[in-house]
């Protein structure tokens, strides 16, 4: 048993939980559920149905238009409509398996926040927050891998209805634009294996994952990834599998940060999420070098050297931080991450020209200073049973079989 207390800080969890330690409430105390605070939070849920579904046209509608800049049709509203009901459900589910998690485990706890925007997607995501520390790692556990396990389920469903349901190529038909790979099926009734004609960049890519590759081999008609996200039950279903596997990253205050530290405890967790940190950034450094290159090359300057350097400085700056000065680890992270990005951007790629989502840029600094990398020791540890050893040990085989290196793209 680990009898140190844990750090009085305020930890925070995208797409998850909100962990406020500042109060600690009786564990006796309900979940408030007044008629105020059910119009607030359902009508936070409104707005976002509403975003999701008219941005979501832009990737589903037959005929989009860039909101807020237009309007879509009734007819692809209503297809927003559906792939908001999706990604909007699995999200609903995720949320309230940690809500019912935390309310079996006497923790107080709030209802879901849904977050809109009127980009990408609709919505940065849901979260609730846990108003009171826990400090045991069974009920840790419990409150962590239930959202994960409970969204899984959701998404795989809804991705093997979107596979089992497939019309055939000529679907791509029904769409404005993709002329090129519209002639392309109309003259040989398949998609073509790569892209046809001139993509200057236009064309949206979506990782594959094991697990989507896997299920794709079992059925026809399967869209190419540049061609996915036009399905809204494929599109919803990746990326309900890939958020799943986001929050099941082992870092920190995230997921895959509860389960991992109650599987293998402090020491380890400590030293599998610096390593683990170590991956984050070299996938965040080959986005961020040809986004640098090419920024500054519009200036007229374009020195490989400079844009590394650039990079290696705000590496260095974030290492700092969530290593706190560490320089055993802060010096061969960064020069490890740096070699590695180098590697991959010219021996594999060929070029840093070549830009990708910047995701992983963004998950690196949301990591370094919202959730932290390093997950605080709770008061009460033991071992957890054979069940719960199982589920954990599943779900970090789900985040492998979920994660996409490269998840979204344009060539």
């Known amino acids: 048993m680990n009898n140190t207390p844990p750090p009085n800080i305020r930890n925070r969890d995208f797409d998850e939980i909100t962990v406020d330690n500042s ?107 846990i108003k009171q520390k826990i400090n045991d790692n069974y009920k840790m556990f419990d409150v962590g891998i239930s959202g994960p396990i409970a969204g899984f389920i959701i998404s795989l469903g809804v991705l093997l209805y979107g596979f089992s349901t497939l019309p055939d190529a000529s679907y791509i038909l029904q769409f404005e634009g993709h002329e090129a790979v519209k002639t392309y099926v109309a003259q040989n009734g398949t998609y073509p294996d790569t892209p046809p004609g001139e993509t200057n960049g236009n064309t949206l890519i979506l990782g594959n994952t094991m697990l989507y590759s896997f299920l794709a081999s079992f059925f026809e008609n399967v869209p190419p990834m540049w061609e996915m996200y036009h399905y809204p039950f494929l599109f919803a279903g990746w990326l309900g599998l890939f958020f799943t596997a986001l929050n099941l990253m082992p870092l920190g205050q995230l997921d895959g940060g509860h389960i991992l530290y109650s599987l293998i405890g402090f020491k380890k967790h400590r030293l599998v999420a610096r390593i683990f940190f170590g991956l984050l950034i070299t996938l965040a450094g080959i986005e961020a070098v040809p986004f640098i290159y090419l920024s500054i090359a519009q200036t007229g300057i374009a020195f490989h050297a400079l844009s590394w350097f650039i990079w290696g400085t705000v590496l260095f700056l974030l290492l700092r931080k969530v290593l706190q000065n560490n320089f055993q680890w802060i010096v061969p992270l960064l020069l490890g991450s740096l070699i590695a990005s180098a590697a991959y951007s010219y021996l594999y790629i060929g070029n840093i020209t070549t830009t990708g989502s910047m995701i992983w840029v963004v998950w690196s600094f949301f990591t370094a200073f919202m959730v932290g990398i390093e997950h605080p020791p709770a008061i009460y540890e033991r071992p957890l049973d054979p069940m719960r050893s199982t589920l954990g040990w599943l779900s970090m085989a789900i985040f492998i079989l979920c994660i996409s290196p490269n998840p979204i793209y344009l060539i």
């Open 23 to 129: 109060t600690s409430w009786p564990s006796n105390t309900g979940p408030d559920l007044s008629g105020k605070t059910i119009a607030k939070h359902l009508g936070l849920f409104i707005v976002t149905f509403l975003m999701v579904s008219l941005v979501g046209t832009s990737f589903v509608g037959f005929d989009p238009q860039l909101f807020p800049l237009a309007l879509p049709t009734e007819s692809d509203f209503y297809r927003g409509v559906l792939f908001a009901s999706l990604l909007l459900g699995f999200l609903g589910v995720h949320e309230f398996g940690h809500y019912f998690a935390a309310l079996y485990h006497k923790i107080k706890v709030t209802l879901p926040y849904f977050i809109p925007i009127p980009l990408g997607i609709g919505t940065l995501g849901a979260v609730i927050r």
